[in-house]
């Protein structure tokens, strides 16, 4: 039969193996065990939970400096793309506004175009072809 330390310590195990937080909580917990019994009967038990919750905690550090440089990095990258979704936008609008400008040139010469087919139906087309020779 497996004595209480033995599954104290495997319990402790096996959280810093799955990587789960680790306290005396929770490894009391895993190993089936009352609350209080490690920090009651098994001090040195206790100092090795202390040294894996500190290792634990250093680890979670390195990870949030190091998320913190990624996060800095996609925020720079973030920046960039706004600064060109901001000028393909302003692009974009000048565009539309050409756009405009274009289509009300092209509905005036239309309506020149329509103005001069019934003029020359009224003149008479070589009194026409007449006019525009003579402003050459």
């Known amino acids: ?5 033995t599954k104290l310590r495997s319990a402790l195990k096996e959280l810093i193996d799955s990587n789960k937080k680790v306290s005396t909580r929770a490894v009391e917990k895993f190993a089936g065990k009352g609350n209080g019994l490690i920090s009651k009967n098994y001090p040195e038990l206790l100092q090795e939970i202390e040294i894996a919750k500190a290792t634990q905690t250093k680890s979670k550090n390195n990870l949030l400096t190091t998320d913190a440089g990624k996060l800095r990095k996609i925020r720079k990258e973030l920046k960039g793309e706004r600064s060109s979704h901001s000028k393909t936008k302003s692009d974009y609008e000048q565009s539309k506004r050409d756009i405009l400008l274009l289509a ?3 509905a005036e ?15 008479g ?6 006019l525009f020779m003579d402003k050459v």
Not at 112 to 121: R, V
Not at 125 to 130: A, L, P, Q, V
């Open 104 to 106: 009300t040139q092209v």
């Open 109 to 123: 010469l239309t309506a020149q175009l329509h103005k001069l087919k019934s003029d020359e139906k009224s003149v």
């Open 1 to 5: 039969m497996i004595n209480t330390e």
């Open 125 to 130: 087309t070589n009194n026409i072809n007449r």
